[in-house]
């Protein structure tokens, strides 16, 4: 069982920055694809970002492109998704999420475990 904790979400000004980040309690998460989706008041959960196991790979959804990026530090513990250029439309809970396969998808279905989700709300 791995357990997911995302911190790092707030309240910040359109055009600012957070960096969220993803821990695994008592396991590394080196083997694992790594993804952050986010769901906003009544709508859908929708993918945000994806990173393979090895960090070689990585997608984006086309509303977060160019301004967000997502990393995995060497030690593989921890996932980062660093969010620049905030807009209002930003505003939701962000979950990470962690596929046994070891590759991403921007479906929730490819991953097995998930956060409680850190919520981003971007004033305007």
């Known amino acids: 069982q791995v357990q997911l904790v995302e911190s790092g979400g707030g309240l910040v000004q359109a055009g600012g920055s957070l960096r969220l980040s993803c821990a695994a309690s008592g396991r590394t998460l080196g083997s694992y694809g790594m993804g952050w989706f986010r769901q906003a008041p009544g709508k859908e959960r929708e993918f945000v970002a994806g990173?393979?196991?090895?960090?070689?790979?990585?997608e984006f959804a086309d509303s977060v492109k160019g301004r967000f990026t997502i990393s995995r530090d060497n030690a593989k513990i921890t996932v980062y998704l660093q969010m620049n250029s905030l807009k209002p439309e930003d505003t939701a809970v962000y979950y990470c999420?962690?596929?046994?396969?070891?590759?991403?998808?921007?479906?929730?279905?490819?991953?097995?475990?998930w956060g409680q989700g850190t919520q981003v709300t971007v004033s305007s």
């Open positions: 990173i393979n196991w090895s960090g070689g790979r990585r």
């Open positions: 999420a962690a596929a046994v396969s070891g590759y991403y998808g921007s479906s929730g279905q490819q991953y097995e475990y």
